[in-house]
């Protein structure tokens, strides 16, 4: 969705209510077939939206948690983290990682992803895989701003 918002941000101002305006895409990403076919596929799914150790009673052996948390430090150094009305701290992101831990013990598996830092790479150290990705960035600011973007992703899916 966020191919849709303005640059391909969403962002809430302090009262937590949306605040960017719709992008100018020339692309259709709102093709019936490609919805359809999503539609099929999460028949079955449940979606939640709320602080993730909610969802900590609902994991079970063999089920895919997928976690995207908003950046807590500063993503290639472009000094712009606070994406929403109250910032998910160093702190948020040492409870996730114990969240991560109650998802393997249950036998169940994660995909996180989150910025490339050195201090996220020591919170999410669990001896699972750890891939950093590059890729160039569509979100925010003008082209000649955007550039090039790492991103960690950790899993314990054996690839």
Avoid: W
Avoid at 112 to 139: C, Y
Wanted: charged share 25%; with cysteine; net charge positive.
């Amino acid at each position: 969705m966020n191919q849709t918002f303005f640059n391909g941000i969403y962002r809430v101002n302090l009262k937590g209510v949306y605040n960017v305006p719709f992008g100018f895409r020339s692309k259709n990403f709102f093709e019936p077939e490609i919805l359809n076919e999503a539609s099929r596929k999460l028949k079955d799914t449940e979606l939640f939206s709320c602080d993730f150790n909610e969802t900590r009673k609902n994991v079970r052996k063999g089920d895919l948690v997928f976690l995207d948390p908003p950046y807590t430090v500063s993503h290639n150094n472009n000094g712009f983290i606070k994406y929403n009305q109250k910032l998910f701290s160093l702190k948020d992101q040492g409870r996730l990682s114990k969240y991560i831990d109650s998802i393997r013990k249950k036998g169940a598996y994660y995909v996180l992803t989150n910025a490339a830092h050195q201090k996220i790479g020591e919170i999410f150290e669990k001896g699972d895989k750890r891939i950093e990705l590059k890729r160039a960035s569509l979100i925010g600011g003008t082209n000649a701003t955007r550039g090039s973007v790492s991103k960690y992703i950790f899993t314990n899916i054996e690839i």
